[in-house]
Each structure stands twice: as C-alpha cells, then as structure tokens.
C-alpha cells in the first residue's frame, strides 16, 4: 500500500499549450498515431525493420518529439489496448471574467468510466460560484490559496483556507463554494467519481433561483419584489467579487463553534510526512484510512527521481487515472492476450491505467517526476510484482521464469513502490 509530491512546470523546450490549442480525443489519437516513425527508431537496431517504420509523408514533428515511445514503440509492444493519454491542453477552456476550466472525462477519454478531471483557475477574489453536483469531488491543491465552505445536511458548516499540496474532498449534493485568495489567487485539479460528470452540469444556486417564480421566492425567503429583482438572471459559474475577511472572521460570522462541523473535509498533503522514501523518490498515500471523509477516492502523491521507476506493480481494486504535475516519463501498459502499449507522458497530461492491468512508470528526464494517482476506492491498494515473485516457493518462481534458484534470489522480495537507477 504504497504510493509522492511537487508542482514545479515540465520543460519540454517548446509551449505545449500553444501548440495543442484544441482537439477532441480522436484528433488526438490519430495526430499521434500519424506521427508514428518519423526519425531513426531508437529502441530497435534490426536495419531492416528501421526502414520499415520509416515514415516519408508529412510528421507532426512537435507531437513525434514529446512521443517518442509512440512513433518508435519498443519491440515488447504488440495489439491495441485503446486510449490510455489525453492531455489538458487540448481540451476547450472555457474563460470567465473570474478565471477559467477545462476538463478530461469519459467522453475525451472513453475507457475511463469511473472518473472525470477539471482544471480550474481563479483569480484573487473571484468565486467559483455556490454551487453542489451529482458526484463527489476531491481535489488537488496545484497552486496558490483559496478558502473553501460546505455546508452539512443538517446546516452545520466547514470554512477552510487550503494552499499548494492540500486536499479537499466535497460528498454529492452537499453545497460548496471555492474562493481564490491573495495575493494571486489559486488553480486546483478536481477529481469526479462519475467518468461522465460535466462542469458544466453543475447545480448553480443563481440558477435555481432565476427559475423560481417570484411569489415563490417570496414566500420561501421572505424577499420583497425590489429584493426579488436585484438577483442574478443568468448564471454567475466564475466571477469576480471582493477579497473576504479573515478566516477567524467569517468562522465568527455564520455562529462559530455552534455551527461548526464534526468532519473535516480538508488535508494537508503536501506538509505529510511521506508513505514510502528512497534514494529513487518517495510516495505520499491519502485514502479513507487517514482521510476519512474520502469515502470514494483513494490517492497517492508521487515523485521519482531521475531514473528511476514505480516498480511492475497492479491495482486490485480499481482502474488508475494519472494527473502528470511536473517532469516527464513513460508507461508500459500490459493487458491480456499479449497486448501491450508504451507512451510518454509530460506535465498537464493525464494517463489510464485499467483495472488490474501490470504496469510501471520510469522517469526519462533530468528534473523529479511528481504525478497523482486516483482510483475511485476507499482504499489505496498496490501489488508488486518483486512481491509475489519474492513470495513464491523458489521451485515454483524458477518453473515459471525459467531462471535458476540462484538467480531468482537476485530479485527483491519486498515491495519497493519507487526503485532508483
């Protein structure tokens, strides 16, 4: 049960963002996949097959250079395992006066059925406006500080500032809000249990409020026609307003200890102590078990340092969706039936891993690869593959691997979640 932390940005010696402006997930596959083989392959030297992969056409040169294992895959991949990669910078990003979203869900994404990504951006002051939806939401402080609320069923409430490393996780149909703060405001992933959830199919309080008829709204609330008449007729989603008061302050304001809630629904992840440390990198894990509210996501903060891997391991208990915050890296993918995909990752991308499906990640840069793993689970769980093989009676390990004793006990026998080079 294993699993690290940064946000520093990826140096890939070009502007990504500039570049894959916008797209949708087929442009996206087929881009790279068109882009296959357009320079000397590196992982095969057979010379025959290096003019085979040879690609005379047109090669979209800035997106062969940031996937090399795709164009040129190592000679152990073999069949389609489907989409495994989509990255933040091709999604649309929806810009308010306020900040900005954009989002990865099942739709840029099919395989991935369990869970949806938003990237979100708000200036100082600005409000991702009060608002609640049909999924839980965890998220991922990348940057800056905001204060966050949410309001219990039995109207007791949670104020909290949160800043670069920390959690938040919010349940379906609780009514929250996010604010950035000073001095620059903040950006944060959000993390949805429902691979289909939109951003944009949030339930908005202006919204439901505009669409109340007004003798209704003036029963329920007690609001005069002039009152009435003064609030939002469209939705606010991302706006601007005034810096708030200290946190003391605003805890004062609703009633203090009187309306405070028992849970907390905000963690301190960067600032934790890591799960796993070695001289390769280290792992930070969040879950149920040490955040208990996080009921559906289970997490773990990673970095690996140049070289280095996250050993062959599976997840039992869920399929593996990855947020890249910094650095740069690839993946292997092995499914049944012999197939098997290699593909590089850099910051802002996000990567899929099926349930249950052996893989690893290995660092191929010159700067700490930190990424985030999420599964929608109550529990982070891993299996090493050194695990089970160490595990093995030697005569069983040696009939299948076909390797001496000896050798067999060159293998480690404990679970090592980060291997230095």
């Not at 949410?150 to 996010?178: C, K, Q, R």
């Not at 304001?253 to 001289?279: C, D, E, H, L, W």
Request: with cysteine.
């Amino acid at each position: 049960m294993y699993d690290s932390d940064d946000s520093s940005a990826s140096t890939t010696g070009f502007s990504r963002s500039a570049f894959l402006g916008a797209g949708t997930a087929a442009l996206a596959t087929a881009a790279v996949a068109t882009s296959a083989a357009a320079q000397q392959p590196q992982n095969i030297g057979n010379a025959e097959h290096d003019h085979s992969s040879s690609d005379p056409g047109p090669v979209n040169s800035t997106l062969f250079g940031i996937n090399p294992n795709t164009n040129t895959p190592p000679r152990t991949d073999h069949g389609d395992i489907g989409p495994v990669w989509y990255s933040f910078d091709l999604a649309r990003k929806r810009v308010e006066e306020g900040g900005w979203t954009h989002q990865i869900t099942q739709r840029e994404l099919p395989p991935s059925k369990d869970i949806a990504g938003v990237n979100m951006r708000l200036t100082a002051g600005s409000f991702r406006e009060l608002h609640w939806h049909t999924a839980n939401e965890w998220a991922y402080m990348e940057y800056g500080t905001a204060r966050i609320t949410v309001m219990n069923p039995d109207g007791t409430m949670f104020i909290d500032d949160v800043s670069e490393g920390d959690l938040w996780f919010f349940p379906a149909g609780y009514p929250h809000s996010i604010q950035g703060l000073g001095p620059d405001g903040c950006q944060f992933l959000l993390v949805f249990d429902e691979g289909n959830f939109s951003e944009d199919g949030t339930f908005l309080l202006s919204e439901f409020m505009a669409h109340i008829p007004p003798e209704v709204l003036a029963k329920n609330s007690n609001l005069s026609p002039t009152d009435i008449a003064k609030l939002p007729k469209e939705q606010l989603y991302i706006f601007p307003a005034q810096m708030p008061k200290s946190l003391a302050e605003d805890k004062a304001a609703i009633g203090g200890n009187r309306v405070a809630v028992q849970q907390q629904y905000t963690f301190k992840m960067g600032a934790m102590a890591p799960t796993f440390k070695s001289s390769g990198g280290e792992v930070r894990i969040v879950d149920s078990s040490n955040f208990p509210v996080s009921t559906s996501i289970a997490s773990a903060l990673v970095r690996i340092k140049p070289g280095g891997i996250r050993e062959l391991h599976w997840h039992p208990n869920a399929s593996e969706w990855q947020f890249w915050l910094s650095g740069q890296g690839r993946m292997t993918i092995v499914m049944p039936d012999a197939r098997a995909r290699t593909m590089d990752f850099h910051a802002n991308d996000v990567a899929f891993v099926p349930a249950v499906a052996g893989h690893y990640i290995e660092n191929t840069g010159e700067t700490d690869l930190v990424f985030l793993e999420m599964f929608k689970a109550p529990r982070f769980m891993d299996v090493s593959l050194n695990n089970w093989i160490g595990r093995m009676p030697p005569e069983m390990a040696s009939a299948h691997l076909k390797l001496d004793p000896s050798v067999i006990k060159k293998i480690p026998t404990e679970k090592q979640p980060i291997i230095g080079k």
